[in-house]
């Protein structure tokens, strides 16, 4: 399986954007995806991840209210809505995959940079 991630871009401080995660590749079938995000000088942190069956979601507290993620089965991707973009918000986002429940995330996309200017 391979992760596309997409969407990043320029916002100002309160606005919007999109990200997609499209897997490509075989049968499609993951426990869990969820976002990263990495900031320059920082660690990678978690974000955000759904469960592909049911979609049961879960967000990091600074993005709770904020961020909304979403996936699409048939499609074979999933989205994060990013809404009230702060400058803290600007990082280079992954999608990953969790295959299983008791294992990590193994499959990762090649990152989209989101900027958010004040």
């Known amino acids: 399986v391979q992760l596309q991630a997409s969407g990043g871009g320029l916002v100002q401080a309160g606005g919007s954007l999109r990200l997609s995660c499209a897997a490509s590749?075989?049968?499609?079938?993951?426990?869990?995806m969820g976002w990263f995000r990495q900031a320059p000088g920082k660690e990678r942190e978690f974000v955000a991840d759904?469960?592909?069956?049911?979609?049961?979601?879960a967000y990091a507290d600074s993005v709770k209210g904020r961020f909304t993620m979403s996936r699409d089965n048939a499609k074979n991707a999933a989205y994060l809505q990013m809404n009230n973009l702060k400058p803290e918000d600007t990082a280079v986002y992954y999608c990953?995959?969790?295959?299983?429940?008791?294992?990590?995330?193994?499959?990762w996309g090649q990152g989209t940079l989101v900027t958010v200017s004040s």
């Open positions: 990953a995959i969790q295959p299983g429940a008791t294992v990590r995330y193994d499959t």
């Open positions: 590749g075989r049968t499609f079938s993951p426990y869990r």
């Open positions: 759904i469960r592909w069956s049911g979609g049961t979601t």
